[in-house]
């Protein structure tokens, strides 16, 4: 059980979404919803549908991985469908994200509208846990909607770019917080915005399909939604690799360095939702149930290598030492040069920054410096240069500014972690929308 401040301010309805309890039809409800139970659906609108082609921050050993996550989620789903649901079982409070074509990746609305009922159920004494999930099968939830951030920033709406990374950071920092307990049933893709809803729980659950991956540095973008406070907290220099690889792991990996703290079929996850809706101890929802096979992967195989060489003052000396391990005749090492050698060179240095500096940070002084980070680099060039070339122009050939690691300005980077003008938002749970809305607004 953990303690924290939750907000209790009220939540605006972002305009376009109608917040409801499901249809009658047949078939209104995604898979696994039962009747009987208290619900409620966050639809979006039509605009909000038109905009919703949501993208997976990740990739797989290479851009061209990332480019085929992205073709199966680049859609645009019904308006009627919900986004995002929320019912009441028993004790437990269950949040099921409802975009499985989009692999479940967020909107603005669907963080405010979980945001929003995150904040009722704390007050809510008949409710004693939170669980969450994806629909689907194929994803957790494997970001936020990229192509539409791309958009925005590209059409010069800086206020609404930054509008949605507050908001989840907020819902970040909501979890982090959260007065009870939160259980995050993770099968297949957890990337991105994904990562920031489920690590910050005290439970996660990771199923025999689980694939953890940071990969922003793929796109331009740096390592967020707490990464900064979680990921410098591995063992060793495990975090590192993960933070600038961008590499995928499983579960056996994501067991052994802490990122997942159970293991289950996915076949069992009805069966985990209502013995937790029954109330007791949490662990007691996994007595009996067959954990899947969790075979480690590289993570741990090659842990001696990794602190080795990620355990470097500079990004450029990370290289070094890869490549006289490859020398050495480690194809890891030399696939794993090979691999950051494609990532945005000011992707990379921001990164290695964020894991040096984060072990020192509390949660809300990570967050924090996220969004100030978040704050420049979306006035910058390699995002929306990233995004184009790995996601809307498919051509996986991104002309990186600068281009070289010698190249990018250490200054710079130094002042980007700064404080921003003005008021700054806070990351400790005691913030959210509609505070989201009014920031926006006073922020050019």
């Given at each position: 059980?953990?303690?924290?401040?939750?907000?209790?301010?009220?939540?605006?309805?972002?305009?376009?979404?109608?917040?409801?309890?499901?249809?009658?039809?047949?078939?209104?409800?995604?898979?696994?919803?039962?009747?009987?139970?208290?619900?409620?659906?966050?639809?979006?609108?039509?605009?909000?549908?038109?905009?919703?082609?949501?993208?997976?921050?990740?990739?797989?050993?290479?851009?061209?991985?990332?480019?085929?996550?992205?073709?199966?989620?680049?859609?645009?789903?019904?308006?009627?469908?919900?986004?995002?649901?929320?019912?009441?079982?028993?004790?437990?409070?269950?949040?099921?994200?409802?975009?499985?074509?989009?692999?479940?990746?967020?909107?603005?609305?669907?963080?405010?509208?979980?945001?929003?009922?995150?904040?009722?159920?704390?007050?809510?004494?008949?409710?004693?846990?939170?669980?969450?999930?994806?629909?689907?099968?194929?994803?957790?939830?494997?970001?936020?909607?990229?192509?539409?951030?791309?958009?925005?920033?590209?059409?010069?709406?800086?206020?609404?770019?930054?509008?949605?990374?507050?908001?989840?950071?907020?819902?970040?920092?909501?979890?982090?917080?959260?007065?009870?307990?939160?259980?995050?049933?993770?099968?297949?893709?957890?990337?991105?915005?994904?990562?920031?809803?489920?690590?910050?729980?005290?439970?996660?659950?990771?199923?025999?399909?689980?694939?953890?991956?940071?990969?922003?540095?793929?796109?331009?973008?740096?390592?967020?939604?707490?990464?900064?406070?979680?990921?410098?907290?591995?063992?060793?220099?495990?975090?590192?690799?993960?933070?600038?690889?961008?590499?995928?792991?499983?579960?056996?990996?994501?067991?052994?360095?802490?990122?997942?703290?159970?293991?289950?079929?996915?076949?069992?996850?009805?069966?985990?939702?209502?013995?937790?809706?029954?109330?007791?101890?949490?662990?007691?929802?996994?007595?009996?149930?067959?954990?899947?096979?969790t075979e480690t992967g590289p993570l741990v195989a090659e842990r001696a290598l990794?602190?080795?060489?990620?355990?470097?003052?500079?990004?450029?000396?990370?290289?070094?030492?890869?490549?006289?391990?490859?020398?050495?005749?480690?194809?890891?090492?030399?696939?794993?040069?090979?691999?950051?050698?494609?990532?945005?060179?000011?992707?990379?240095?921001?990164?290695?920054?964020?894991?040096?500096?984060?072990?020192?940070?509390?949660?809300?002084?990570?967050?924090?410096?996220?969004?100030?980070?978040?704050?420049?680099?979306?006035?910058?060039?390699?995002?929306?240069?990233?995004?184009?070339?790995?996601?809307?122009?498919?051509?996986?050939?991104?002309?990186?500014?600068?281009?070289?690691?010698?190249?990018?300005?250490?200054?710079?980077?130094?002042?980007?972690?700064?404080?921003?003008?003005?008021?700054?938002?806070?990351?400790?749970?005691?913030?959210?929308?509609?505070?989201?809305?009014?920031?926006?607004?006073?922020?050019?």
């Open positions: 059980m953990r303690s924290g401040a939750v907000a209790r301010s009220a939540l605006t309805p972002h305009p376009g979404v109608r917040l409801r309890g499901p249809r009658n039809a047949p078939g209104a409800k995604p898979p696994g919803i039962k009747p009987g139970f208290e619900t409620a659906g966050i639809r979006s609108g039509d605009d909000a549908a038109k905009e919703s082609a949501a993208v997976e921050r990740g990739m797989s050993g290479g851009q061209q991985a990332l480019q085929q996550g992205v073709a199966q989620r680049d859609v645009r789903e019904p308006s009627a469908e919900p986004e995002i649901v929320f019912e009441t079982r028993g004790e437990a409070g269950l949040i099921t994200l409802t975009r499985p074509k989009a692999l479940n990746a967020l909107t603005l609305p669907m963080v405010e509208a979980m945001h929003r009922q995150l904040r009722a159920w704390a007050g809510d004494a008949r409710v004693s846990r939170i669980v969450v999930r994806g629909s689907g099968g194929r994803a957790f939830c494997a970001g936020g909607d990229i192509r539409q951030i791309q958009a925005l920033g590209k059409a010069g709406r800086h206020a609404d770019v930054m509008a949605f990374w507050r908001g989840e950071y907020w819902l970040d920092a909501a979890v982090k917080s959260y007065p009870k307990p939160y259980i995050a049933l993770i099968e297949g893709i957890v990337m991105g915005g994904g990562v920031g809803i489920s690590l910050h729980g005290d439970v996660r659950v990771a199923a025999e399909n689980y694939s953890f991956a940071m990969p922003e540095t793929g796109i331009g973008f740096f390592p967020d939604v707490g990464a900064t406070y979680a990921l410098p907290r591995l063992p060793g220099y495990t975090g590192r690799y993960l933070a600038l690889t961008g590499a995928r792991i499983g579960a056996g990996d994501a067991l052994a360095v802490g990122l997942a703290t159970h293991a289950a079929r996915a076949e069992d996850f009805e069966t985990i939702i209502e013995r937790l809706a029954g109330g007791g101890a949490i662990a007691r929802a996994f007595d009996g149930l067959d954990a899947p096979g990794i602190d080795t060489c990620f355990s470097a003052d500079t990004v450029t000396e990370v290289l070094a030492r890869l490549d006289a391990a490859a020398r050495d005749g480690s194809a890891f090492a030399g696939a794993t040069a090979a691999t950051i050698r494609t990532r945005s060179p000011t992707s990379l240095t921001i990164a290695l920054a964020q894991m040096r500096r984060g072990a020192d940070l509390s949660f809300a002084e990570a967050m924090l410096a996220e969004y100030r980070l978040c704050e420049r680099v979306m006035r910058g060039h390699d995002f929306y240069e990233g995004v184009r070339a790995v996601i809307i122009d498919k051509d996986n050939r991104p002309a990186w500014q600068p281009a070289t690691l010698d190249a990018v300005d250490a200054g710079a980077i130094e002042a980007a972690f700064g404080p921003l003008d003005g008021p700054e938002p806070l990351f400790d749970g005691s913030q959210g929308p509609p505070e989201a809305a009014r920031a926006a607004e006073a922020r050019p």
